[in-house]
């Protein structure tokens, strides 16, 4: 079974970043101003050793990767950020294309989406970077620029097609054409084309005219099962909380969205570090609880999905509280947890 952890970028100063929220704004900036929220509120959330690091550094992405691996994790789906040619968010992946010696698969999540102030505490709908989706000459343009990492021998493929996760399908303007597009383009290169995915839940590739074009559907949790669940919240001062009991029974008795899809699994969620509040926590996860349900959702995946792969939510998000990389309160057990599944498995 090959878990793959989606992997979020933002732990590196960018101009961008800079200008919109402050000088050296990281993820890293809202971990170190979260405070506890409500009783047994679990933040601020702290590296451990106060590994608070920089995704600029080969070193850094060098031990992510002996860490997952050294613990299941058969590969990182990382975040990739490309607006009509402009990239944010790019040096850690590039840095990763750069370094052969970091020895993790991986492959790419397009997410496809304007960037607004609304993910953060301080919520607008003021536009930072809209994402257009151009004509041909910039689809060829952002193909170019993937095509490297989807030649790379650490690249994951299905059958020879590199994995391409779409975040948001139903944002593309001409979605069809583009993908059919970049099927062209992986051809003239010897490609046999590509296994494009859906991530969110706003898009059924099975009800979709264009779903033949997808060879996956992702079923992206927690939020997958969150929209059937967010009834059952209760205001803790102030702040959503979901039981983490109750949301992870939800994910088990959720039956496949279509033939295509891939089941996926979380570790935690608490998005207060991002939107105080405003947020939304889980209530009562361990490490010794994800064990038991990640296990059965892996077990899921074989039986009821006939899949070899589980998408994870996640490697580091931090500010989401879905995170594998250890902390101070619990280290390394939620690792572990994932080591004694895979190799019992």
Partial sequence: MKVIAFYLPQFHRIPENDRWWGAGFTEWTNM???????????????????????????????????????YGIYGFCMYHYWFTGQKLLNRPLDLWLENPQIQLPFCLCWANETWTKSWNVNSTDDILILQEYGNQRDWKDHFDY?????????????????????????LLKNRRDMLLFWNKLAKEKGLPGIAFAAQQRFFNIAKEADGDLFTYQIEYQPALAREHIESLATIDNGVRCIEYDTVWQAVLNFKPLNY???????????????KGKKGVAFKGATPEKFKQYFAQQIQRAESIYKQDMIFLFAW???????????????????LEAIRDIIKNF
Wanted: proline content about 9%; aromatic content about 18%.
């Fill in 32 to 70: 170190k101003n979260a405070v506890p929220l409500f009783e047994g509120h679990y933040q601020p959330r702290i590296p451990l050793n106060d590994n608070y690091y920089c995704l600029t550094e080969v070193e850094t992405l060098l031990w992510q990767a002996t860490l997952a691996k050294q």
């Fill in 146 to 170: 993937l095509y490297p990492f989807f030649s790379d021998n650490r690249y994951i493929k299905i059958q020879n097609r590199p994995l391409f996760v779409l975040y948001r399908p139903e």
């Fill in 260 to 274: 295509k899809s891939i089941p996926g699994a979380f570790v935690d969620w608490d998005n207060t570090p991002r």
């Fill in 316 to 334: 580091n998000e931090w500010s989401e509280g879905g995170y594998l990389e250890p902390d101070d309160k619990y280290q390394y057990a939620y």
